[in-house]
C-alpha cells in the first residue's frame, strides 16, 4: 500500500493507518489482525516483500 508522506523516519501513529513503522519512503504492509488493530510497516522494496508473503503464504496453506 501507498501510505504518503508521513514526516520521515520513525513511529508515526495515524487514525487511517494505525501505527506506522517508517524507514524511508510511502509504501508498505498493512496488517490488521483479528483484535481489530492495526499497524504498516514500512519498506523500500514492496515488491521483494510482495513476492516473499506470496511464497511463503504458499508453503504454509
Known sequence: ???GFVGGWGIRV???YGI???TKGSKGLLID???NKRFCIGTQK???L???ITKT???IG
Open 14 to 16: 495515524t487514525t487511517q
Open 57 to 59: 503464504s504458499t508453503k
Open 33 to 35: 489482525t483479528a483484535g
Open 46 to 48: 514492496p515488491e521483494e
Open 50 to 52: 510482495s513476492r516473499h
Open 1 to 3: 500500500m501507498d501510505y
Open 20 to 22: 506506522i513503522y517508517n
